[in-house]
């Protein structure tokens, strides 16, 4: 991981938000932004998100997304900015690009499990979290993750069935 300083971080990022925050048009930064500036950018919304400022880290990400849309870190990140504002269908939206660019990583799975369950979709999220349990115990990088889909799914096992919705009409017409 690339070490910042949070000085020159902080000074870089805001010069850089200040310019795209002034409706600059996305050529005045140069063809694309550099990775540096991307980086930049990147772990001032991360700092953002952290402070549980959503809104405005998401407008980054959002930004950033813009620029290089198969980052992985700028999905997520938009992805879990809408999340923490119980934005769960639209949050799918990003995370499930994420599982797509690695298909290994366990990470972005359980967000999207995360967002299944707030939904209501207990058959998504149960086989998310099938499909994360195997990728986590077939990736040893990722081992840390099996005991958090295994307790999930046995949450699910465990939780009280309930009754399918009844149609309201059709219980007044028949």
């Known amino acids: 991981m690339v070490e910042f300083d949070t000085t020159t ?28 500036s991307q980086d930049t950018l990147y772990h001032l919304g991360y700092m953002q998100y952290q402070q ?15 620029m290089n849309h198969v980052d992985k870190r700028f999905l997520m990140g938009f992805g879990a900015c809408l999340q923490m504002q119980r934005q769960h269908e639209e949050a799918l939206k990003f995370y499930g690009p994420a599982c797509v660019l690695d298909m290994t990583d366990p990470e972005p799975v359980m967000r999207c499990v995360e967002c299944h369950l707030a939904l209501g979709n207990v058959d998504a999220a149960r086989l998310g979290l099938d499909y994360g349990l195997k990728q986590a115990r077939a990736h040893a990088a990722h081992h840390g993750w099996t005991d958090r889909f295994e307790t999930m ?8 069935a309930k009754a399918p919705a009844t149609n309201t009409l059709e219980n007044a017409n028949g």
């Open 9 to 36: 971080l902080a000074a870089r990022a805001n010069d850089l938000l200040d310019r795209m925050l002034s409706g600059q048009p996305l050529e005045a930064f140069g063809p694309a932004l550099s990775l540096k």
């Open 52 to 66: 549980a400022r959503y809104a405005e880290a998401m407008r980054i990400f959002g930004y950033l997304l813009t």
């Open 153 to 160: 799914l046995g949450f699910l096992d465990n939780a009280p």
